[in-house]
């Protein structure tokens, strides 16, 4: 009897060290295969030169050389039935309802189990939906009605804020994306991510909506 095939997978992430510790987790694994990684937009043509597509696309939500979300339309376009999961370290809601509206099957956190990964890349190559539950949301201040219901955090007050972080802040407040707020303030969207995570551990938060909501609660910081 013949072994079942495995899933063939599309890895598309520009961090150098991340895309490889990608590849060589999921290809420890007996039913992955990664069979084509890239940093950009360069998978498309990588795709058109594959016999055998990936059953499977993991995408980088915050690629730097071109929009994560427009290269997703150009696999579609490319593959319209191919199935693409969205890896990022701070889930930005705006970022993933868009994904999910333009098509996309999964989301995993960057930081998630590895036994998370294999559920998610498993379930999303035979046809299923895969995201966490508050990130389904289409309305942005449903998400925050659900937010304000957990932690709170550390009130803003006690906590020394550089002027740039509260510029982040008040920004997620307003519901901008992680590339609106980069654009906004003229730096890289990596370094917003970078303040993100400090934001959230000087906060004692776990997730940017709950920064938004303490926004939405106490007003501009």
Do not use: Y
């Not at 509260?166 to 370094?191: C, D, M, P, W, Y």
């Amino acid at each position: 009897m013949k072994n079942m095939a495995k899933i063939q997978i599309l890895v598309i992430e520009d961090n150098d060290l991340l895309r490889e510790g990608i590849t060589e987790m999921l290809n420890s694994n007996s039913e992955f295969k990664v069979v084509a990684r890239s940093e950009d937009g360069n998978a498309i043509r990588q795709l058109k030169s594959m016999e055998q597509p990936p059953n499977v696309v993991l995408l980088d939500l915050g690629l730097e050389k071109i929009n994560s979300l427009k290269l997703m339309a150009l696999l579609k376009e490319e593959l319209p039935a191919i199935k693409i999961i969205a890896m990022d370290i701070i889930p930005d809601h705006i970022e993933i309802v868009e994904f999910v509206k333009a098509g996309g099957s999964g989301f995993i956190l960057k930081n998630a189990p590895f036994s998370d990964w294999i559920k998610t890349i498993k379930a999303v190559a035979t046809g299923r939906k895969v995201l966490p539950p508050v990130l389904t949301q289409s309305l942005f201040a449903e998400i925050i009605a659900l937010v304000l219901k957990g932690s709170e955090g550390i009130p803003a007050e006690r906590i020394r804020f550089t002027d740039r972080e509260r510029q982040v802040i008040n920004l997620i407040g307003e519901g901008l994306s992680n590339k609106e707020i980069a654009e906004k303030l003229h730096i890289a969207t990596f370094t917003v991510k970078s303040h993100v995570h400090n934001i959230l551990e000087k906060m004692e938060l776990s997730t940017r909506l709950q920064v938004a909501a303490f926004v939405h609660k106490e007003g501009r910081v």
